[in-house]
């Protein structure tokens, strides 16, 4: 009888830890998966905007969500994607990119939190609204408000530009989620096998 229960015992513990490494494994495999490959701009690609839809740019950019690991896709013809630093993309300066890209398909990959700034390499397009801001957010950040609009750009001097009116003050859902996972999996663990050595040290 006591092996009986022993050894249904171990079954459970060995299943438990087998279930939390399960968990973490998923867990893992969706992160590698999260990342994403965005087409600025849609269906209407890179390219310099009517008069009418002069925040064509910034309008797609508060319509998605973009993490560290993202890219974006830029498609275009006769014309170029330069990025800048924060006072290069208020000003339309295009003497000094960071990078720049004329292939025509050109991929960049978000590889850290925080804003990345992109303008035309012709100058007169950039004016015009051809020009991105993008926020990309941290695993655990939310996400900002909305930028001002290119017609009223900020009036600081170059260290107080500020391309986002303030951060929210809740965490993601996806954070949070992640977080009770991890609780979850430390509480567990310590749980299992403290149960199997009381029910040990009562049968023995």
């Given at each position: 009888?006591?092996?009986?229960?022993?050894?249904?015992?171990?079954?459970?513990?060995?299943?438990?830890?087998?279930?939390?490494?399960?968990?973490?494994?998923?867990?893992?495999?969706?992160?590698?998966?999260?990342?994403?490959?965005?087409?600025?701009?849609?269906?209407?690609?890179?390219h310099e905007p009517t008069e009418l839809n002069s925040s064509l740019y910034s309008d797609w950019a508060t319509r998605n969500r973009f993490r560290v690991g993202d890219s974006l896709n830029f498609e275009y013809k006769n014309d170029s994607v330069l990025v800048v630093d924060k006072w290069s993309y208020y000003h339309c300066n295009t003497s000094n990119p960071i990078t720049?890209?004329?292939?025509?398909?050109?991929?960049?990959?978000?590889?850290?939190?925080?804003?990345?700034?992109?303008?035309?390499?012709?100058?007169?397009?950039?004016?015009?609204?051809?020009?991105?801001?993008?926020?990309?957010?941290s695993p655990h950040r939310s996400p900002r408000y909305t930028p001002p609009s290119i017609a009223n750009p900020p009036q600081a001097g170059m260290g107080g530009l500020s391309p986002y009116a303030s951060p929210l003050s809740?965490?993601?859902s996806g954070a949070a989620k992640g977080t009770s996972s991890v609780a979850v999996a430390v509480l567990m663990s310590p749980l299992a096998v403290a149960s199997f050595a009381a029910m040990m040290h009562f049968y023995y």
């Amino acid at each position: 009888m006591k092996m009986a229960f022993f050894w249904g015992l171990c079954n459970w513990v060995v299943a438990v830890f087998a279930a939390l490494v399960l968990v973490g494994g998923a867990s893992m495999k969706a992160k590698v998966e999260a990342a994403r490959v965005f087409r600025v701009g849609d269906g209407e690609g890179w390219h310099e905007p009517t008069e009418l839809n002069s925040s064509l740019y910034s309008d797609w950019a508060t319509r998605n969500r973009f993490r560290v690991g993202d890219s974006l896709n830029f498609e275009y013809k006769n014309d170029s994607v330069l990025v800048v630093d924060k006072w290069s993309y208020y000003h339309c300066n295009t003497s000094n990119p960071i990078t720049a890209f004329n292939n025509g398909n050109s991929t960049f990959t978000l590889d850290k939190p925080g804003f990345f700034y992109f303008i035309s390499g012709v100058t007169n397009h950039c004016k015009n609204g051809q020009r991105l801001i993008v926020d990309v957010m941290s695993p655990h950040r939310s996400p900002r408000y909305t930028p001002p609009s290119i017609a009223n750009p900020p009036q600081a001097g170059m260290g107080g530009l500020s391309p986002y009116a303030s951060p929210l003050s809740s965490a993601s859902s996806g954070a949070a989620k992640g977080t009770s996972s991890v609780a979850v999996a430390v509480l567990m663990s310590p749980l299992a096998v403290a149960s199997f050595a009381a029910m040990m040290h009562f049968y023995y």
